[in-house]
């Protein structure tokens, strides 16, 4: 397994960027001296990037597009998988499963992608070929709110005056979240206190963390480490998330890419992911 200071990616601005990102960048007083400290970076940079990797020789790339809700559960999959199989080296990137499948339909390369629904696995099936599709784990809806706040109840999302944030129309957080306002039978009211529509689930969680809205609509998963603020309200609706991955079929590394979604799979895959909050795949739900 590489360093700590190896991060992920996200792509939820819908760039892929680089693989390692050793620190934010710091802001220098006007009077540093630039061409110095440029002179520096060239001789240290090489080193440093070389050290965060920690790539090593003989081990071979998988890399995995996934769903922005699974940052966690992957991450920890990454690390289970390659102490198991050392000769593969994962890289993750994550962002809403929506932009994922456009940048896949625009060519991007990877080996494995891992939807929050079944919708977008489609659409990258209209342009790419893919192998070895499975339903990995379902997840179900909360509503989200301030421990602290007056929202206590899901009808009160739709209350005159209360900020609401969504994943947005196409984000599958977004559509499951509209599906099950439409359930419940507040989708217009709701919908017209919606002060923000995200990228993906992330978003949600974060403008909610920031104060800038009172309640919204999550995974139950995405809550986890956020108690200490906000609150879930369970969601009386027979509304599930199925996650479903496949691999590409002109991935550059297809064994790694097979041996990754099989491990995803496999029941120390599935213990990891229920260690997150997932259940197991539900393939009776009503909705997709």
Same mark, same amino acid.
């Given at each position: 397994m590489r360093s700590a200071r190896r991060t992920t990616r996200n792509t939820s601005s819908g760039t892929i960027g680089s693989t390692c990102r050793i620190a934010p960048r710091p802001s220098y007083h006007p009077a540093v001296r630039l061409p110095i400290l440029a002179a520096k970076l060239a001789l240290v940079l090489p080193l440093v990037l070389s050290l965060a990797c920690g790539k090593?020789?003989?081990? #071979?790339k998988v890399t995995v597009f996934a769903a922005a809700s699974l940052t966690e559960s992957f991450a920890a999959l990454e690390r289970a998988f390659e102490a198991e199989h050392p000769e593969y080296d994962v890289e993750l990137a994550f962002a809403g499963s929506q932009l994922l499948a456009t940048q896949l339909l625009e060519g991007a390369r990877a080996d494995v992608f891992a939807s929050a629904n079944p919708e977008q696995i489609d659409r990258v099936a209209t342009g790419r070929e893919l192998l070895h599709r499975t339903r990995f784990a379902s997840n179900r809806l909360v509503a989200v709110v301030q421990r602290d706040g007056e929202v206590k109840k899901i009808e009160q999302l739709g209350a005159e005056g209360v900020r609401v944030v969504l994943a947005g129309e196409t984000v599958p957080a977004g559509k499951?979240?509209? @599906?099950?306002?439409?359930?419940? &039978?507040?989708? +217009?009211? *709701? +919908?017209a206190n919606v002060?923000? /529509?995200e990228v993906d689930v992330r978003g949600v969680i974060a403008k909610l963390r920031a104060g800038e809205a009172d309640a919204g609509i999550a995974y139950a998963t995405d809550l986890r480490g956020s108690e200490a603020q906000?609150? $879930?309200?369970?969601?009386?609706v027979n509304v599930h998330a199925h996650? +479903?991955?496949?691999? @590409? %079929?002109?991935? /550059? /590394?297809?064994? $790694? &890419?097979?041996? =990754?979604?099989? =491990? *995803? #799979?496999?029941?120390? %895959?599935?213990?990891l992911m229920q260690g997150f &909050? =997932?259940?197991?795949?539900d393939s009776t739900a009503k909705h997709d």
């Open positions: 090593s020789s003989g081990r #071979t499951y979240a509209r @599906l099950a306002l439409a359930e419940l &039978g507040i989708a +217009e009211a *709701v +919908e002060v923000s /529509n906000l609150e $879930g309200i369970e969601l009386a996650y +479903e991955l496949a691999v @590409l %079929g002109d991935a /550059n /590394n297809p064994s $790694g &890419g097979q041996a =990754f979604a099989a =491990f *995803v #799979t496999s029941d120390e %895959g599935q213990k &909050g =997932f259940v197991a795949p």
